[in-house]
């Protein structure tokens, strides 16, 4: 029996002509943190905002013996309990749904299969499933070829079937390529949804508007008015329970083929012919082909890894990576890495790309910094001016989102003095805050159809390409001097030496 307040909200949904589509999301991992912290949470955002069909359900499968109580208890605990006593939550817990299952046995999904039809007779969601992999990687491919066996991976009759994988895809580009390959012998691309939250961020997707509907900055985004390019990801936090993981896998592995490859190629891309799917990510491939790849000898002058030893940060002490959980006391795995850049095209030649991430930083803060050439300094040789600040673009992607500004500027009085004038904006002060996870614009446009913001085939293995022979060399010639920065600084010194050969420095992030 539906309540009246919820049939009045489900009325409400229905008028919405931007909610998406009926369809049941099938969540996989559902005991998993990724799944209670995030993608629950996302999804209630979503029905608040009026984004889902009233013909919608969640399935969460686990092999976690969990009665269906128990999991609705887990995974609404990060709601807030104010959100508790809401109609949106009634409507929506109501539509959560669970099951007990081994990923890779056969029986377990006949049983999905058969829980499904009663959802979908239930809840009219028109056999329209999006299947979402919050597993560990190894899993990926069993669970698409069990989908496939048991008849879930096929649409017809008006249907879709969408399967949205986390990272990381693959390892090498070995690995990546045998994924693809593996997952495309049962799914199309088209079905396919390569997850990458950071997408998810409105700076990175402000990114796009920002440079081709502004017509005062695409004419000067090129090598003839732009030094070089940074981009900065850092973390304060150190690998926290993933300490398995991440001591086989690594920052490189871990970051740069998917966060760090998005970024660049969303900074650099060309002017798409449209704003559809394919056309976005046609240029994120072309601009991804076009990084030189490094040989060994570039690698070794280009690249620099680091590991954290003890430190502080904001005034507490934190460990070694050394002597985090999970962590060999002897590893060798990278927590940091920095890479020089370049891309081979009309647009960018001569414009180097430095990219920095790490874990255990000095403040946890993700930006794009767009440096200037400087102008002429012929017209201020006779003043007292000796010497021109660049301009400069920053694009604040997390923990603020915002952008900021740079320009020079008299300062008042009789002679003539320059500084340095910064114009700058956050979306927080600008438009108000809500508190999405980030999730929010990439469930929904999973539901809608929409993979703009989601990589193709070709750009997860455009990225591995370029990690690769960093990787070879890594493997062959082991780091000697780990740990080589403190806990609470900006990585090893061998980083600023990188621009510094260059005449260049990294951007001073404010505390």
């Given amino acids: 029996m539906v309540s009246p307040a919820t049939a009045n909200l489900e009325e409400e949904l229905e008028q919405v002509s931007r909610a998406a589509g009926p369809c049941v999301m099938v969540l996989f991992g559902a005991a998993g943190d990724l799944t209670k912290r995030k993608l629950i949470p996302a999804l209630f955002n979503l029905v608040k905002a009026n984004l889902l069909s009233r013909d919608f359900a969640v399935l969460g499968v686990s092999k976690d013996a969990l009665t269906l109580e128990q999991w609705k208890a887990q995974v609404t605990s990060f709601l807030s309990s104010e959100d508790h006593s809401s109609e949106a939550w009634k409507w929506f817990v109501e539509r959560l749904y669970y099951q007990q299952g081994e990923f ?78 593996r997952i495309r012998s049962v799914l199309h691309e088209k079905q396919i949804y390569r997850i990458d939250h950071y997408l998810g961020k409105e700076t990175v997707q402000n990114i796009l508007v920002f440079r081709f509907s502004n017509g005062i900055f695409e004419p000067i985004w090129n090598r003839r008015y732009i030094d070089h390019v940074e981009i900065t990801n850092a973390e304060t936090v150190g690998v926290e329970q993933r300490g398995g993981y991440f001591d086989s896998a690594g920052t490189l592995r871990d970051m740069v083929p998917n966060h760090m490859m998005q970024l660049i190629s969303l900074t650099a891309m060309e002017p798409p012919v449209s704003f559809g799917a394919d056309a976005v990510r046609d240029e994120q491939a072309k601009v991804l082909s076009a990084i030189q790849r490094l040989s060994s000898e570039d690698v070794l002058h280009n690249s620099v890894r680091g590991q954290y030893g003890a430190g502080t940060i904001e005034n507490e002490k934190v460990p070694a990576y050394r002597t985090e959980p999970g962590v060999s006391p002897e590893s060798r795995t990278e927590s940091f890495v920095a890479l020089k850049l370049n891309i081979d095209n009309w647009r960018w030649a001569g414009v180097p790309f430095y990219i920095r991430t790490g874990k255990r930083l000095a403040k946890r803060h993700t930006e794009i910094t767009i440096q200037f050439k400087r102008a002429p300094f012929i017209l201020f040789r006779k003043t007292p001016v000796d010497k021109l600040m660049a301009n400069q673009l920053v694009i604040q992607i997390q ?85 080589n920065y403190a806990a609470g600084s900006w990585g090893p010194k061998e980083s600023d030496e990188l621009m510094a050969r260059d005449g260049r420095h990294w951007r001073k992030i404010p505390l």
Wanted: glycine share 10%; charged share 25%; aromatic share 12%.
């Fill in 399 to 483: 923990p603020e989102e915002g952008m900021q500004l740079s320009f020079g500027a008299k300062i008042p009085g009789p002679l003539l003095k320059l500084g340095n004038v910064e114009m700058s904006f956050e979306y927080a002060k600008y438009f108000g805050t809500d508190p999405y996870t980030g999730y929010e614009v990439l469930l929904y446009d999973c539901m809608i159809g929409d993979a703009t913001l989601f990589q193709r085939s070709d750009m997860v293995e455009a990225g591995w390409s370029i990690v690769d022979p960093v990787l070879d060399v890594w493997t062959a010639l082991p780091p000697r001097s780990f740990p």
């Fill in 104 to 181: 890779e046995e056969a029986a377990s999904f006949n049983k999905l299969h058969e829980e499904l039809k009663g959802i979908d007779e239930k809840h009219k969601t028109g056999g329209n499933y999006l299947f979402y992999l919050a597993t560990a990687p190894k899993f990926f491919g069993t669970i698409i070829e069990q989908l496939g066996a048991c008849g879930l991976a096929g649409e017809d009759n008006g249907h879709w079937r969408r399967v949205v994988i986390e990272k990381p895809f693959g390892s090498d580009l070995e690995s990546a390529k045998a994924l693809n390959k």
